[in-house]
């Protein structure tokens, strides 16, 4: 410790990026940079926030990566991968030009459109390019994948005009919106990906929708799992409204998912059984209303029985 007083000039520098994203994030609500033994992959944790009267209201927490310069953003192993695919927040890569004080700011929807196919790499490279026009997250090797144009592209001067400030806060809702979408597919299991299909640097304006959809093998079992927790609701409400078709409809679907007793917990709505029994005037067992129904829905389609009942199983 013989330099005590004294700082790693390089270690300094590379922190001022930080510190001048900090005060840009920190203008739309907070901005909290996280310590640098503490940085587990993100430097900032930020919210977005709205004013109503004298106070602000945080409306979205998003998180943001700084970069001083437009080199790839590398993840060095599988684990590393699986952390950004698997983060629980909006992320942005952010790239800060100390010299000319601008900042360039890029979605990482390539992360979903991981999550979707549901094979994580066991590397990858995110790879933030310059133009004003943007195009939905392509897939390549597989490793690399372009974040194409930057969503947002302004120096702090510029962002000093109450114009191009707003104007800069509306595309990034617009973008935390998009994220947010996403965000609730990966958390209910659907290995689905959406995004704008093409879009302009500092606008909110684009041209349709892409979605892009993977099969991986646990898929099914997944959409399954996120079914079987919502149908039984969805049934229940039919009830409540009276809706004997949408009943009907909904625990023929939730009878299909799941067929056999899996234990204590297996989704299952009983009250609508019991309207579904009377409705069809048949009460032998739990279930005979929803299977006579089965049965003859089997029937218009030319199946039988057995492949009625068989289910989609999670094995």
């Known amino acids: 410790m013989s330099n005590v007083g004294a700082l790693a000039a ?4 590379g922190s001022r990026s930080e510190y001048l994203a900090q005060y840009v994030f920190a203008s739309f609500g907070t901005a909290i ?3 640098h033994q503490e940085d587990t992959g993100v430097d900032l944790y ?10 602000a209201w945080p409306r979205y927490h998003y998180t943001v990566q700084v970069k001083s310069s437009m080199t790839p953003w590398q993840f060095g192993t599988t684990e590393a991968v699986r952390w950004l695919v698997q983060h629980p927040l909006p992320l942005f890569l952010c790239v800060l030009d100390k010299s000319t004080a601008r ?9 979903f459109l991981l999550w979707a196919l549901g094979k994580l790499p066991d590397t990858l490279e995110l790879l933030p390019e310059d133009g004003p026009q943007g195009r939905s997250t392509l897939w390549d090797d597989g490793n690399r994948f372009s974040l194409s144009a930057p969503i947002l592209d302004r120096t702090i001067v510029e962002l000093l005009d109450g114009a191009v400030f707003t104007q800069a806060r509306e595309v990034i809702e617009f973008w935390l919106r998009a994220e947010a979408q996403n965000l609730a597919l990966v958390t209910m299991g659907v290995p689905i990906f959406t995004m704008p299909n093409d879009y302009q640097t500092n606008t909110t304006a684009f041209r349709g929708t892409v979605f892009q959809w993977g099969a991986p093998p646990d898929g099914i079992a997944r959409v399954r799992e996120t079914l079987g927790k919502t149908l039984p609701w969805l049934a229940e409400a039919y009830r409540r409204e009276e809706n004997l078709r949408g009943m009907a409809r909904t625990a ?5 998912l799941y067929p056999d007793y899996e234990g204590p917990g297996t989704p299952n709505a009983p009250f609508v059984q019991q309207a579904l029994n009377k409705a069809v005037g048949s009460n032998r067992y739990v279930f005979d209303g929803v299977d006579r129904l089965a049965e003859r829905f089997d029937q218009l389609l030319g199946a039988t029985t057995t492949a009625s009942t068989r289910g989609l199983t999670s094995g």
């Open 252 to 256: 023929l679907l939730l009878r299909y």
């Open 10 to 13: 390089n270690f300094h520098e």
């Open 46 to 55: 930020c919210t977005m926030t709205e004013r109503i009267g004298p106070l």
């Open 103 to 111: 900042l360039r700011l890029y979605h990482t929807f390539p992360r």
């Open 33 to 35: 940079s996280v310590p």
